[in-house]
């Protein structure tokens, strides 16, 4: 199947501002048809395209060689947001079949088979392969490769970056998923050395998310 997301910059621009605006047209307003999108996803995603479409722009004009892999770094952590947010908020009802193929996203013949809730937590290891960089490996606890289980879709990681310890959480305010192992999280070298609370949990193929871990915490390197 081909990729959703398209190839060409432009095309890809053009498109992540129409996801962006359809995802805002169907979540606001009096009665909005899409209530389960939390507004701090919708941010995320939004600001996804303001730091995507900054770095862009400078490129539609004579630039050089390092404005162009600035670009090319700045497409690959927006695909990193768009595709968590589409798996987790845009496969399933109330998303109809319909809206997904306003979006240009495919639609399956036929809906996964129903899961139960996953009743454990994922085993979870940060790493820290290079600077600026935190890599989490994850699996279940009677696995003895890393990955996720079959009867999952993958692993949800919430996280913040704080001085001070979360009270719960619903203080982790970022969202990240993974299908496979490890899921890598990209920081700025201002945000080097600063502390990442984060907790974990398992969801299926239908949406239908597990227990959290207990807060976790790592420095970025």
């Not at 639609?107 to 996964?112: E, G, I, S």
């Not at 398992?202 to 239908?208: R, Y």
């Amino acid at each position: 199947m081909a990729d959703y997301v398209p190839a060409n910059d432009g095309a890809f621009n053009n498109w992540f501002k129409f996801l962006n605006q359809y995802v805002a047209a169907k979540c606001t307003g009096q009665s909005p048809e899409w209530t389960h999108i939390p507004e701090a996803a919708r941010t995320v995603l939004t600001d996804a395209y303001a730091a995507w479409y900054t770095v862009y722009s400078v490129t539609l004009s004579p630039h050089t060689p390092v404005d162009t892999e600035a670009k090319n770094d700045a497409k690959k952590a927006a695909k990193a947001v768009i595709r968590p947010f589409v798996n987790q908020y845009l496969r399933f009802p109330p998303v109809t079949d319909e809206d997904r193929t306003a979006l240009g996203i495919p639609n399956h013949d036929t809906m996964p088979t129903p899961v139960p809730k996953p009743k454990d937590i994922p085993e979870v290891e940060a790493q820290t392969p290079k600077p600026r960089v935190l890599s989490f490996r994850f699996r279940r606890d009677t696995m003895k490769r890393w990955g996720k289980p079959d009867d999952v879709h993958g692993m949800e990681l919430v996280w913040v970056i704080s001085d001070t310890p979360p009270e719960e959480t619903d203080d982790l305010i970022h969202s990240s998923f993974a299908t496979k192992s490890p899921l890598v999280l990209d920081f700025k070298e201002s945000e080097r050395g600063r502390k990442v609370y984060y907790a974990v949990r398992w969801e299926t193929g239908t949406v239908k998310k597990g227990d959290f871990s207990d807060i976790l915490q790592v420095f970025v390197p």
